[in-house]
């Protein structure tokens, strides 16, 4: 979910009572997350964790721009949702596909495609890692107001928590896990109002539309997963993940697990050990869907206002400079080896 950094302390005010409501579906003690998850597990240092290869995510990313802007019905979207089924069941993943409509801020009837890749079905512990891919159907933050109402390519909006989830996968057909991993990509999620709408309460509503129709209706009856990994927005040159308010209230254990990680593999630069306020984004419905789940997201501090840390996603963000040209192999490399071996060392 993407507004501007004051809005989002704003909207953290406004929307509270609104989106605890939300929380009261979520089945998982968030204290029985803290429990137990040390960073070191049993027989741990036998595990072998698979090279995660940031050229192979890349093309991931640069495969998804190529297709276009995955804007929800457009000919694009169908194609690269295609693209991504079939390369997830040629890993022999059990590919669940949740199809439907949604209605979006503008009152108009948007068709919903969720992706779900199952692998080790069979396996009762779980982990679920997501990311949305669908991009925005507009640049709203564009300066160049012309611009404005043309759909973006979402190189980094999209694409970059795609192509590290993707790279996860090729790596799970080649290397078994112990646990069952479940790889959710969530439609419709960047389709909410847009900067030029006057605001509402209710605008928080209109984004994560996809992850808010998984949560009513998850994909297997029951479904539960230990914990959750959100990416977004993590493929970008300078990127900076804080701890997000939401995910250290929830799953506190899963926020230590994957910081502490990052540390050991030479990847503190990236991952702050800074607590930053809680935003809105797919993680929050996956949470009320019953899974305590973190997001790993990129906000860079900016300036101080109101007693508050402000917080910004990049000058590149909701405009057409949110291409190729602002992603890293070194960010993607950072967040998918480390996601990588907490996956592994589960």
């Not at 009837?109 to 669908?134: C, G, M, Y």
Request: proline share 4%; net charge negative.
């Amino acid at each position: 979910m993407k507004k501007s950094a004051l809005r989002f302390l704003l909207l953290g005010a406004l929307s509270g009572l609104a989106v605890t409501m939300l929380y009261t579906a979520c089945t998982n003690d968030p204290k029985d997350d803290k429990k137990g998850d040390s960073t070191t597990k049993p027989n741990e240092s036998s595990v072998v964790v698979p090279q995660f290869q940031a050229d192979s995510a890349y093309r991931f990313v640069e495969k998804q721009v190529l297709f276009g802007p995955r804007v929800p019905g457009s000919a694009s979207h169908t194609a690269c949702g295609d693209w991504m089924v079939a390369t997830l069941k040629s890993y022999g993943a059990n590919v669940i596909e949740q199809k439907s409509s949604v209605t979006t801020f503008d009152g108009k009837s948007t068709p919903l495609r969720n992706i779900i890749a199952e692998f080790n079905p069979s396996v009762k512990k779980r982990i679920a890692l997501a990311a949305h891919w669908d991009t925005r159907p507009f640049a709203d933050k564009d300066t160049d107001e012309s611009l404005w109402k043309k759909p973006i390519d979402g190189a980094n909006d999209g694409g970059s928590g795609v192509g590290v989830l993707m790279e996860i996968a090729r790596l799970l057909a080649l290397n078994p896990t112990r646990v069952g991993v479940d790889i959710i990509f969530f439609d419709v999620e960047d389709y909410g109002a847009p900067e030029w709408k006057d605001e509402s309460d209710g605008d928080v509503y209109t984004w994560c539309l996809g992850s808010q129709y998984w949560a009513r209706t998850p994909h297997k009856v029951g479904y539960r997963a230990e914990t959750g990994i959100l990416l977004d927005m993590v493929g970008a040159k300078d990127a900076v993940f804080n701890k997000e308010g939401k995910s250290m209230e929830v799953a506190i254990g899963t926020v230590s697990r994957v910081w502490s990680t990052a540390e050991k593999l030479g990847y503190g630069g990236f991952f702050q050990d800074v607590t930053m306020p809680e935003i809105i984004d797919d993680h929050q419905w996956m949470i009320a869907g019953g899974v305590p789940t973190i997001d790993i997201v990129d906000m860079r501090p900016t300036v101080r206002a109101m007693g508050y840390e402000g917080y910004g996603f990049g000058s590149f963000h909701h405009t057409h400079n949110d291409n190729m040209s602002v992603i890293s192999r070194e960010t993607l490399k950072a967040v998918g080896t480390t996601v990588t071996h907490v996956v592994y060392k589960y």
